[in-house]
């Protein structure tokens, strides 16, 4: 239920589109190779120039199977979050709450507005 009300809500995000970071992003990500990617994830050194591996690649790897088809980008990004939402919903449990009180902490992790644009928008 609680997996068919996050769809609901969120239905709306899957008639946007890119905003100019994002197509700044997936224009560069066509001058980089998936080796460098790996490489820059496990180096410890800091970049100057803000290249960040792991959201960069995900434009590299969505931009080169999906182009821009702006739909796709957000369904894993959707599916990431869900599966935050139960594993949240699974420590609290762990921790000793109950059902009430750890579905109560899921559900304003999973809806809350501050996260609004981490969940429609994929560059942030």
């Given at each position: 239920m609680a997996v068919a009300l996050f769809l609901v809500l969120n239905r709306a995000a899957y008639k946007g589109y890119f905003q100019d970071d994002d197509l700044d992003t997936m224009g560069w990500s066509w001058f980089t190779?998936?080796?460098?990617?790996?490489?820059?994830?496990?180096?410890p050194r800091l970049t100057t120039d803000?290249?960040?591996?792991?959201g960069?690649?995900?434009y590299h790897v969505m931009d080169?199977?999906?182009?821009l088809d702006f739909p796709k980008y957000l369904i894993p990004l959707h599916l990431a979050h869900l599966l935050n939402?139960?594993?949240?919903?699974m420590v609290a449990r762990k921790l000793g709450l109950g059902v009430l009180a750890a579905s109560a902490g899921a559900f304003f992790?999973?809806?809350?507005?501050?996260?609004?644009?981490?969940?429609?928008?994929?560059?942030?």
């Open positions: 190779s998936t080796p460098f990617y790996l490489k820059s994830l496990v180096s803000n290249f960040r591996p792991v960069h690649y995900y080169r199977n999906f182009g939402i139960w594993l949240l919903w992790f999973g809806f809350h507005a501050v996260l609004f644009d981490a969940w429609w928008k994929p560059m942030y």
